[in-house]
């Protein structure tokens, strides 16, 4: 039996892909500031900032998945925000480099989150691929730091997959979740024009692109982490109104009203990403959830029945 190392663990996709992870036979650990319990899996402890880990944790990992880094959307982007946005990503990253060339030891996997970020703010219509040219705001510097730190890893000899993620699909948090709260106050509406594209993935095929690049050795590199079919604000807005059996009756929220809210912030849903994942289906991963409506309904299923 395998087992999986996987920092930010306890974030919404970590603590998703434990479950899966295990009912696929894995054994899961995870590194965590705090040596508390975590269903599912062992814990080993580390300190980002003091570049301190646990000895044994990555020791004893057949392949590591890491997720970790602070929340993009969860504050106003301060300066002091902005490098805490940053160092969680690429300081971390250089951690677990830093202890696998100090051991030596050599995992078979090394998958790393990235995001459709790289891409930059806006890039209208245009349908990105991997090969797209990143962007130069914010975000896109903060991935394109991200994924050089996880080269790092790479130049072990270690192979390493590059999962840049779309918006995660998930009633647990994200950015779902805040859409969708004043939806079902009745109060749902398009953000700005509502014609800028999200690319989105379900919660769960995301878990299983996890598993898909941990079991396929000929994967490396980059792939977009989205959906076959990104949507416009405006039409995920409206699906999940008619899945939550709620109405649309405001009018879009204006640019200007989101940017005085949230500052520098609203470019993560004023901006438009129309993301391919041409490469990482053709590489044979095959989705749970491709279509929005569907994802959405079983999402909110699961939820009720919880």
């Known amino acids: 039996m395998e087992n999986v190392l996987i920092t930010g663990g306890t974030g919404l996709v970590g603590s998703r892909l434990i479950e899966i992870l295990t009912a696929s036979g894995y054994r899961v650990s995870v590194v965590s500031r705090r040596k508390e319990a975590v269903p599912g899996a062992a814990v080993w402890q580390w300190d980002v900032a003091q570049q301190q880990i646990e000895v044994g944790a990555v020791e004893q990992a057949d392949h590591i998945v890491h997720l970790a880094g602070a929340g993009v959307a969860d504050e106003r982007w301060t300066a002091a925000r902005k490098r805490e946005i940053m160092d969680s990503r690429t300081q971390s990253t250089r951690l677990l480099h830093d202890a696998l060339a100090r051991t030596g030891h050599r995992p078979k996997t090394f998958v790393s989150a990235s995001a459709v970020g790289l891409y930059g703010a806006d890039r209208g219509d245009a349908l990105l691929d991997e090969n797209s040219p990143p962007g130069t705001d914010f975000l896109a510097e903060v991935t394109k730091a991200w994924e050089q730190s996880a080269r790092q890893v790479e130049s072990l000899g270690i192979r390493t997959v590059l999962l840049r993620i779309g918006i995660v699909l ?22 700005g024009s509502g014609r800028q594209w999200m690319s989105w993935i379900h919660v769960d095929d995301l878990c299983r692109m996890v598993l898909f690049a941990l079991q396929n050795p000929a994967l490396s590199g980059p792939y977009n982490a989205v959906g076959p079919h990104p949507a416009t604000n405006a039409d995920l807005t409206r699906t999940l109104a008619h899945v939550l059996n709620r109405p649309l009756l405001l009018p879009n929220v204006p640019k200007f009203a989101l940017k005085l809210a949230f500052g520098e912030l609203a470019a993560t849903v004023l901006g438009s990403l129309r993301v391919s994942n041409r490469r990482i289906a053709e590489a044979g991963f095959a989705y749970q959830y491709p279509e929005l409506e569907a994802a959405l309904r079983e999402l909110y299923e699961k939820a009720e029945s919880r």
């Open 170 to 191: 998930s009633t647990q948090g994200g950015a779902l979740a805040k859409i969708a709260a004043p939806v079902k106050l009745g109060a749902g509406a398009a953000l």
